[in-house]
């Protein structure tokens, strides 16, 4: 099998079940393919890459989107602050997304995951984990963060359903419930600003010494937020959902909800070993165009620590007209 029916019979392998509607669109791709060198190699396909596959394939860009399957909001039962989607399962706005961009014919679908990209000259080489090579003028990474899980019993399992990182998308379904933050210093502090809004019963477990300034601590005071000192022991709960927190003095406190931001890692490496910086926060430094600090390599999605689907919507939809106007300068100027 030569390599462009592979890459046809691959994206429709991944894809028809899914989206048996898309199966006509890949047949005009043939033509696509025959330049072996896509315009764009997109990894990642959730909301950023797919927001940015659109902008490409209205285009008329030759896009090939290589994707795994695992966003960070995959345990999360629904999405919410999303215009036009709110209250849907993260996957059905997925699949919407991936069938309104799959019809347009120069967008493809292929369902992997890419372990390694090389930069030759102008051209980019993406090896995915099946062993297939794909090339292309420009990579965008829309690959989103990988959180982990600290420790704690239950956190794992409560985590995107009852253990929340963000009060827009899921602070307005436990308001009014008792509510944790599991948390210290200016970031339990910050969530303790914001949640207040939406209910009064709330504490901050910090989980060992307290690290809060004179000022904070008098506010915290001042608003009725308990600080609860105590090791965290374990997060009692019935499939996700919070029950209590146990704490090492053998006290517990029955919560609904508990607010905590894990620590987290790129979800790909390979930019990293491209030379892409990392911003202090660890997110992946892009300029206005989404573009990082090494030429044609740009990325989109939680490159802001604003995490949200309509942030990495946004930026996905800015990535994809940044390279195609990119790639329209380089043509435009090449000819005579
Ligand atoms: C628990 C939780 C709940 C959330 N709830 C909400 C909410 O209700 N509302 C809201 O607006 N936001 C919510 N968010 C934030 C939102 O999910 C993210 O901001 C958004 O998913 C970022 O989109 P993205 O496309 O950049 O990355 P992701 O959605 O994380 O997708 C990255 C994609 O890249 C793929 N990928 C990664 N590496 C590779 C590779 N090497 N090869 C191939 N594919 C790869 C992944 O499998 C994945 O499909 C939530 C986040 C979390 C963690």
């Known amino acids: 099998m030569n390599r462009r029916k592979f890459i046809i019979e691959s994206s429709i392998l991944a894809s028809t079940a899914l989206f048996s509607g898309t199966l006509l669109s890949f047949t005009h791709l043939d033509e696509a393919c025959a330049t072996e060198i896509f315009d764009v190699v997109i990894i990642g ?3 950023s890459g797919l927001s940015a596959a659109m902008a490409l394939g209205r285009s008329l860009r030759n896009v090939l989107i290589i994707d795994n399957g695992m966003p960070s909001n995959r345990k999360t039962p629904h999405s919410h602050n999303f215009i036009t989607q709110d209250g849907e399962t993260p996957g059905d706005i997925t699949r919407v997304a991936k069938a309104q961009v799959l019809t347009y014919e120069t967008v493809l679908f292929h369902q992997d995951t890419a372990i390694n990209v090389l930069k030759t000259s102008n051209i980019f080489t993406v090896t995915t984990q099946s062993g297939k090579v794909f090339s292309a003028k420009k990579v965008l990474f829309a690959t989103g963060l990988k959180d982990i899980m600290p420790a704690i019993p239950g956190f794992s399992d409560c985590w995107g359903i009852s253990i929340l990182h963000c009060p827009y998308c899921h602070g307005y379904e436990v308001k009014n419930q008792e509510t944790g933050i599991l ?3 200016s970031l339990a502090f910050h969530y303790a600003q ?6 009064h019963k709330l504490h901050i477990f910090t989980n060992g010494q ?3 300034n004179t000022e904070q601590q008098q506010l915290i005071r001042q608003n009725k937020i308990s600080v609860v000192t105590q090791k965290v022991l374990a997060l009692e ?7 209590k927190i146990h704490l090492e003095d053998h006290s517990s406190y029955p919560l609904t909800a508990l607010y905590a931001r894990p620590a987290f890692e790129q979800h790909s490496k390979i930019p990293m070993v491209l ?4 911003n202090e926060q660890g997110l992946l ?3 206005s165009n989404q573009q990082t600090n090494i030429f044609g390599i ?3 999605g939680d490159t802001s620590a604003f995490r949200s689907v309509a942030t990495a919507v946004a930026t996905g939809s800015q990535a994809g007209a940044a390279i195609n106007m990119a790639l329209s300068t380089e043509n435009f100027n090449l000819k005579e």
């Open 275 to 278: 030379g892409c910086t990392k």
């Open 183 to 185: 948390g210290n210093g």
């Open 237 to 243: 709960h019935h499939n996700g959902r919070l029950i």
């Open 210 to 212: 307290a690290d809060f």
């Open 285 to 287: 430094v892009v300029d």
């Open 298 to 300: 740009y990325a989109c």
């Open 45 to 47: 396909g959730s909301y």
């Open 194 to 199: 914001l949640v207040s809004n939406l209910t």
